[in-house]
């Protein structure tokens, strides 16, 4: 398996692929899950993440981001390129796709319909 760049992070299954969000630099690797190669590099522009203030899910077709600077980023895996960075305060800690909605959790629970 590759090494991955960076001290910290973040990890989520779907959409065919492991995605890892990394702390060192705030890009988003996808694994492939049988070989453990890393296939794509996708870059967020958030630079260097802080201890617990990054999350990454997958859900609805999508790879979706928290973290402090940009609240929720949407990733389409079918062409490992960054569609929409969503503005606004950083209001979670972490970030998680189920019933068709985004939740980001933080001191109150989010539900966000997502656009397609």
Known sequence: MNRL???EHYLA???GSIWVLTQEDGTVQRIDGQTGKVTATIETGVGRLYTGTG???TGGGY???WTQRIPVMQI?????SLIRKFTG???GADISYG???LWVSGSSLRRIQPPN
């Open 5 to 7: 760049s960076g001290t």
């Open 13 to 15: 299954s779907g959409e």
């Open 55 to 57: 999350d990454i899910a």
């Open 63 to 65: 790879v979706w981001i």
């Open 76 to 80: 389409d895996p079918k062409t490992n």
């Open 89 to 91: 305060t950083a209001f």
């Open 99 to 101: 019933a068709g909605s």
